[in-house]
């Protein structure tokens, strides 16, 4: 079998999604897939996104999970706003949980940004695990500007990861904020020039592949879990997660890597 496979019995039944695996490096990469329409999601998209990360989460082939846009101009400038009054108030008040899908996954996730990244596309990255971003990103959240908010998670996780004012300086006005910018408040992980920008990718998947997916795992779920309640709450969560992975082969492989001056080959157990 070629180290370039597709992923998903139902492929050709996404809407403008692709997804590619790489065996050699052990990772699958979720393309949205609409250039002519800057990347555009549509709301049937959006649960297919979150049937592709569940068959993804389930598969052993697949440590790391890139997500993407389709061409040069952008990873997504949003939803299809045409699609907006078609649908049932209760059908929006629950569209995050399908953006949130990339969040949810066990697996670290990176998104691969360049160009518009606007309304829901932003709202997809901000739930991976890592941002790296060319020069020319530009993060948005415009909703304000057609009459409504962010309803994907934008407000929460800007504000959480931005702080509060900046988060209202950018939603309240649907202002666009350039890569530079983003990178200073904490919004994107890496930027690089457009050039280098799947290199930039390739660099961090590698040094990921480096380490215990055991460990990667119970690190993102440690963290993800803290966020939601207070600090002596967190502590006792990295405390038993600690415990757990003492008694992991990764754990005791690790430890005799370092005293043994040799390279930790790493099982996820």
């Not at 739930?127 to 009459?147: H, W």
């Amino acid at each position: 079998m070629d180290k370039h496979t597709q992923a998903g019995a139902t492929l050709n039944q996404w809407d403008h999604l692709r997804v590619e695996k790489n065996l050699e490096k052990k990772t699958a990469t979720v393309v949205l897939d609409r250039p002519e329409k800057m990347n555009t999601l549509s709301f049937i998209a959006r649960s297919q996104l979150n049937q592709i990360f569940q068959q993804l989460n389930e598969d052993d082939e697949v440590r790391i999970i890139i997500l993407k846009g389709e061409g040069n101009q952008a990873f997504s400038s949003g939803g299809t706003i045409a699609q907006f009054m078609e649908r049932h108030p209760e059908e929006l008040s629950v569209l995050h949980k399908n953006v949130a899908a990339p969040e949810r996954s066990s697996k670290p996730v990176i998104a691969q940004l360049q160009g518009y990244t606007f309304g829901v596309g932003l709202e997809i990255a901000m739930s991976c695990d890592f941002r790296i971003a060319s020069d020319t990103t530009l993060l948005a959240l415009p909703e304000v500007k057609l009459g409504m908010i962010p309803g994907s998670g934008g407000t929460q996780r800007i504000a959480r990861i931005a702080g509060l004012g900046r988060a209202k300086d950018m939603i309240m006005r649907g202002r666009r904020i350039p890569a530079a910018e983003a990178y200073q408040w904490g919004l994107l992980t890496t930027v690089v020039p457009q050039e280098n920008l799947d290199q930039a990718v390739a660099d961090l998947v590698d040094e990921l592949l480096e380490y215990s997916p055991l460990a990667l795992r119970v690190l993102k779920q440690v963290l993800n879990a803290s966020q939601e309640g207070p600090l002596s709450a967190g502590l006792e969560i990295e405390g038993y997660a600690y415990g757990m992975l003492r008694s992991t082969h990764d754990f005791r492989e690790g430890v005799e890597a370092f005293n043994e001056k040799r390279k930790p080959n790493f099982l996820g157990e």
